[in-house]
């Protein structure tokens, strides 16, 4: 029904950059937020940065300054630019879309995600 699909994960040494993609199949417009997450090896999946159908934008403390969250919503398209990477960056990164609605009505569609990982 909605699929998402991330790219643009790799091998990097620390202080690189990436630009990680996420293509969705239906407009932005149709949810509430778009998210990028990230899961580390024997860690819980945490919210990295988020996006409002507003355009506003939000990032955990770990990445602020060094991420950015876009759009286009032309493209129907998410982005994450990925700055200065630490190893501690490394992770499984991946793309949520937050429906509208509220209680059992909230939808959460989410990709497979992309593999970040830096070598210190």
């Known amino acids: 029904q909605v699929q998402l699909v991330e790219s643009g994960g790799g091998l990097v040494q620390a202080g690189g950059s990436l630009r990680l993609s996420c293509a969705v199949s239906?407009?932005?417009?149709?949810?509430?937020?778009m998210g990028w997450y990230r899961q580390a090896p024997g860690k819980t999946r945490e919210l990295v940065a988020t996006i409002t159908s507003g355009g506003n934008t939000n990032y955990a403390d770990s990445v602020k300054g060094r991420f950015t969250v876009s759009r286009d919503t032309a493209k129907n398209t998410v982005y994450l630019q990925v700055n200065s990477l630490k190893p501690e960056d490394t992770a499984v990164y991946y793309c949520?879309?937050?429906?509208?609605?509220?209680?059992?009505?909230?939808?959460?569609?989410w990709g497979q995600g992309t593999q970040v990982t830096v070598s210190s």
């Open positions: 949520n879309a937050e429906g509208f609605g509220y209680d059992d009505e909230k939808e959460f569609y």
């Open positions: 239906r407009n932005l417009f149709n949810f509430a937020a």
